[in-house]
């Protein structure tokens, strides 16, 4: 994650930079490859420090949070601490999507992604595991990046589909590191 340090009208010395980069390596940690940059300004206002911490995540997402205090140290915990909650929150977010099964989104129908036959039913965490059954799904032909791309903007994890090039079936899933794999069978 790249992080930024501003001060206004305040000067913020390399101590203080070190500080803030110790607290928000924190976030770093938690948010892992997700995080994609941090600003934090750092402002003084009626003989308070004033510290603004922004983070920019992966699927536009941006964690905000403000912290005040007479000392520059405890403003930046408290800013950094409000940012943590809400990141934890995130990848609670993302796991509980990931176990549940999240639902199919419109682009994903829209490239000939699979259309549950039992689509009114939702899945409960406390029941068993069941099957779902997919009607009507045919694979249709299209490249490994237009497969890529509706995989990332859909939220299921697996996409089965036709190469463009070969008219083979292909199968492209989300593995756990976050990462695509590629299952090409031989033929």
Known sequence: MRLTVTGRRVVVDAAARADI???IGRLDRLL????LTAQCIVSRERGQYVCEVT????RDQRLVAVGRHA???TAVAMAVTRVAQQAKKLVDRRKTRRKIGAAVSPRLLAAGGPVAA???AADDVSEPRRIVRIAGYEPRP???EDAALVLDDGGEGILVFREAGSDRLTVLYRRADGRLGLVEPEV
């Open 71 to 73: 000392r520059l140290g």
């Open 118 to 120: 039992d689509a009114g």
């Open 142 to 144: 299209m490249t490994v």
């Open 32 to 35: 892992g490859d997700a995080a």
């Open 55 to 58: 983070v920019h995540a992966r």
């Open 21 to 23: 980069t110790k607290k």
